[in-house]
Nanobody, 116 residues
Framework: QVQLVESGGGLVQPGGSLRLSCVASGSIFRTYTMAWYRQAPGKQRELVAIINSSGSTNYADSVKGRGTISRDNAKNTVYLQMNSLKPEDTAVYYC??????????WGQGTQVTVSS
């Protein structure tokens, strides 16, 4: 069982920045693949960024150059730094964890609203 607790969402003006955090339970967090997804109203949930246990990352085209996923294994935490935010970034952002040989786990979601 993996529990994920997210924070950092909120209202941001276009062009602003935000850092989302997700704290995961588990004694072997360092082996988990971690990811951020987002879902806008009426849209499918989409992958934003992913980081595996070795630190390799991949990003959706929509956030390349603006988003950075990172992890702090000592704190069981994964981050998503978002810069140059656009209104189209508005969505509920979800943390996802995939332990080796296990099902995936989801956070509760945190709302990011980009508006002036």
């Amino acid at each position: 069982q993996v529990q994920l607790v997210e924070s950092g969402g909120g209202l941001v003006q276009p062009g602003g920045s935000l850092r989302l955090s997700c704290v995961a339970s588990g004694s072997i967090f360092r082996t988990y693949t971690m990811a951020w997804y987002r879902q806008a109203p009426g849209k499918q949930r989409e992958l934003v960024a992913i980081i595996n246990s070795s630190g390799s990352t991949n990003y959706a085209d929509s956030v390349k150059g603006r988003g950075t996923i990172s992890r702090d294994n000592a704190k069981n935490t994964v981050y998503l730094q978002m810069n140059s935010l656009k209104p189209e970034d508005t969505a509920v952002y979800y943390c996802n964890a995939r332990p080796i040989g296990s099902i995936t786990y989801w956070g509760q979601g945190t709302q990011v609203t980009v508006s002036s």
